[in-house]
């Protein structure tokens, strides 16, 4: 199983803080973005994404036991 946790506004929009998903219906990050609730694939390709705790491209291949972390971008003026 693949655990996903999203912050800050990407959070708000989504309406959960936690999903899971299983590792044999995703092979990568950008799979997994297509799945995020009540986002669309604009507004996923906006966020910050780390697994297991590091940086990781869109084409970063899950494995069973994966965390991914999901931010919005900092704003501000």
């Keep these: ?8 506004v990407a959070r708000l929009r989504a309406g959960t803080g936690t999903f899971e ?3 044999n219906d995703v092979k990568n ?5 297509n799945r995020i609730p009540n986002t669309t ?5 906006d966020l910050v994404l780390l697994v297991n705790g590091k940086p990781a491209g ?6 069973d036991g994966d965390e991914v972390v999901l931010l919005a971008p ?3 003026g």
């Design 1 to 8: 199983m693949i655990t996903v946790k999203i912050f800050g």
């Design 21 to 23: 998903c299983d590792e």
């Design 29 to 33: 990050v950008d799979e997994l973005l």
């Design 41 to 45: 694939r604009k507004e996923a390709r």
């Design 58 to 63: 869109r084409r970063h291949r899950l494995e």
């Design 74 to 76: 900092a704003g501000g």
